[in-house]
């Protein structure tokens, strides 16, 4: 008989998103409504010309596009084939078994499916009214943590903690404990959050910041992530990427994406502006929303049966939203932003099952 190893046979296989028929419009993964930047689909489409090679594994225009843009040091910058592959080398590097991951209560559910693949204990701190506590997370590091995951602006929840938090956590954490700052969705939230006060907490030596083309910049398909890593942790995680990760057309088109941050502010212009209105909708039918930084938001319904109920209707006109039974808030649906009409059907087909 041939057997896997025994931690990856108890292991469940990675709870991917519900994509419903052919006819489904999906608001289950926060990917962008709106387009990547065309000059970003035309970098794209132009480096097909050089598929017979393989990528540079050093993402040399990618990193500085995002150094130039971001004002970083580009040798700091570390390219993957989206963040979770940053998230799941980082997690292969510095934990193993009997180790700590700590995330909170609505943390990023991939970094606990990372830390069961190195046999490390992942444990949630609570959130307090679905926002990121740092006093419960400081209460629930031990002597075995590694590493705390802190996904600002959080998802599910769309909410937001300031920079000052972010820092006093880092602060009050122990030296040997490693803090990552998942900001997937910070573009949503950079203008009144000076991104490079986090940035700057790299210099420490025990930082690690995160960020996504997969959100703002519309390219989840083309599976580009980037991490800000202190130059001795990003040696670790180097040795275990892939080295030809991100694939030729795929730098090609995040670096113009990146350099396009006029079409990329317009779209989180937009897309806050289709978001706030939808809120200000399902409020006023009664339902809980919290303030979201995000291209998403959080709909909590007055019980689970109640999001049950809205949930089939929107499936009944083929909108899947997001069940958020697994992190524990069945009674909530979580619904990416789409375009306008979109936005207005939901909102109509909720109306309807809330009566
Ligand atoms: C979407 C998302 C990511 C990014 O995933 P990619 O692998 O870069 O597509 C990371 N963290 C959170 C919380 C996310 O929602």
Redesign the pocket.
């Known amino acids: 008989m041939i057997k896997p190893v025994p931690h990856v046979s108890a292991m469940a296989a990675y709870a991917l998103a519900d994509l419903g028929g052919a006819h489904t419009i999906s608001m289950a993964q926060?990917e962008s409504t709106f387009p990547a930047s065309p000059a970003a689909i035309a970098a794209g489409q132009a480096a097909m010309a050089e598929l017979p090679l393989y990528p540079n594994p050093e993402w040399p225009d990618l990193r500085a596009a995002i150094a130039e843009t971001y004002m970083l040091e580009p040798n700091l910058i570390l390219c993957?084939?989206?963040?979770?592959?940053l998230?799941g080398c980082l997690i292969r590097a510095y934990a193993g078994p009997g180790d700590r991951v700590l995330g909170t209560d609505y943390?990023?559910a991939?970094v606990s499916s990372a830390s069961a693949q190195v046999q490390a204990d992942y444990v949630k701190a609570r959130e307090v009214d679905l926002t990121v506590s740092m006093d419960e997370i400081l209460a629930a590091v031990t002597p075995e943590t590694r590493i705390v995951f802190v996904?600002n602006p959080?998802?599910p929840t769309g909410t937001l903690i300031s920079n000052a938090e972010i820092i006093d956590l880092r602060n009050a954490l122990p030296a040997d404990v490693m803090l990552v700052v998942?900001q997937?969705?910070a573009e949503f939230s950079d203008a009144g959050n000076d991104p490079a006060e986090i940035f700057a907490l790299v210099e420490r030596g025990d930082t690690v910041v995160?960020r996504?083309?997969?959100?703002a910049y519309g390219l989840?398909g083309a599976?580009?992530?980037w991490g800000y890593f202190p130059a001795k942790i990003g040696a670790e995680v180097r040795k275990l990427l892939n080295p030809n990760n991100v694939s030729i057309p795929s730098q090609a088109a995040a670096a113009a994406a990146v350099r396009d941050q006029v079409h990329m502010r317009d779209v989180v212009a937009r897309t806050a502006e289709i978001r706030d209105r939808f809120a200000d909708d399902c409020r006023a039918m009664g339902l809980h929303l919290p303030q979201s930084h995000t291209n998403f938001v959080l709909l909590r319904f007055a019980s689970p049966e109640q999001a049950q109920a809205a949930d089939q209707a929107l499936r009944a006109e083929n909108l899947l939203m997001r069940g958020m039974g697994g992190y524990g808030l069945s009674d909530c649906l979580r619904a990416t932003i789409c375009a306008p009409e979109v936005m207005d059907r939901a909102r109509d087909v909720l109306k309807g099952a809330l009566k």
């Open positions: 926060n993957g084939a989206g963040s979770m592959e998230i943390g990023y991939f996904c959080g998802n998942d997937a969705y995160m996504t083309l997969s959100k989840a599976r580009v992530g």
